[in-house]
């Protein structure tokens, strides 16, 4: 066996070991795995079906087709479907932003320590915590397409069962991206107060500042701005093209494009800021 494939085994098996540590803490966490599938079903059972949009349109009007008017509003004719969709954004979001708090944890805790003494290299010690954290995303968005079509979730009129590895793909781009710009603004703190303080400051910001929950043609100008270069704006967009919407492949393509870009783009600063600040 040459070097270089001996290298390359050793680097997928430290990415292994170490991805597989991360995921262990969640699913041998029984309360941590069941809170992770509740949650959706919260978001979905309460506000899902409290903002029950579509009874705001009057049905005694002469002409007027509730149903209509919220297709040429929302792209589809259920607002629960609408948000459901956006769910799943908030579901990668809300996952990935907690990515950072494992590095600050591990550093408390000597882990960083002797990972860092290891043969692994700091961008497999960095790219295990988004991978976990973007497979724990993927898993939570199986289960709420799951609950979303136990509630009623209206599939769109192209939808088939490959649409779904679609979702899973865009996810996975996305859950990378977002995973590793949390990482990276907390690569050097020793303090958890940090990525909780990140956390708390732009967690509803950037989840409202997209169309998971409302459509942004209809947010003031200065919001349009600054969803169009928000990544779940285009992830939202590109799920819903594959389950609700009817399927508009130009559309799809720059999504993915989009997100891909995203995605390369906050991985590349993950791993450079891994091998320059990544320390004991």
């Given at each position: ?15 292994w ?233 130009t ?14 783009i ?15």
């Amino acid at each position: 066996m040459s070097e270089t494939n001996g290298n390359s085994k050793g680097k997928l098996h430290g990415l292994w070991a170490l991805t597989n540590r991360e995921l262990k803490k969640w699913y041998k966490a029984p309360v941590i795995f069941l809170l992770s599938i509740i949650q959706p079903i919260l978001w979905m059972g309460l506000l899902g079906k409290a903002m029950n949009i579509g009874a705001l349109v009057p049905t005694n009007i002469p002409g007027v087709d509730p149903a209509t008017i919220l297709k040429g509003t929302l792209g589809t004719s259920d607002y629960f479907s609408f948000m459901a969709v956006g769910m799943i954004a908030f579901t990668a979001l809300f996952t990935t932003m907690f990515s950072g708090m494992s590095v600050v944890w591990d550093r408390r805790l000597g882990f960083l320590n002797k990972a860092l003494s290891t043969p692994v290299s700091r961008a497999v010690i960095i790219f295990s915590k988004v991978l976990s954290a973007t497979l724990r995303s993927m898993f939570q968005a199986g289960i709420i397409i799951v609950i979303a079509m136990a509630f009623g979730l209206q599939f769109g009129a192209n939808f088939t069962p490959l649409n779904v590895l679609g979702v899973f793909a865009i996810m996975f781009l996305v859950c990378v991206g977002l995973s590793s710009i949390f990482i990276a603004i907390t690569i050097r703190s020793t303090r958890i107060e940090t990525p909780m303080a990140v956390v708390n400051l732009i967690n509803l910001p950037l989840m409202f500042a997209s169309n998971a929950f409302f459509p942004t043609k209809f947010m003031p100008d200065w919001l349009q701005t600054i969803a169009k270069v928000n990544p779940l704006t285009y992830t939202t967009d590109a799920v819903r093209q594959l389950l609700i919407f009817s399927t508009d492949w130009t559309q799809l393509a720059f999504d993915f494009a989009y997100v891909a870009i995203f995605a390369t783009i906050a991985a590349t600063i993950g791993i450079v800021l891994s091998w320059r600040f990544l320390s004991k």
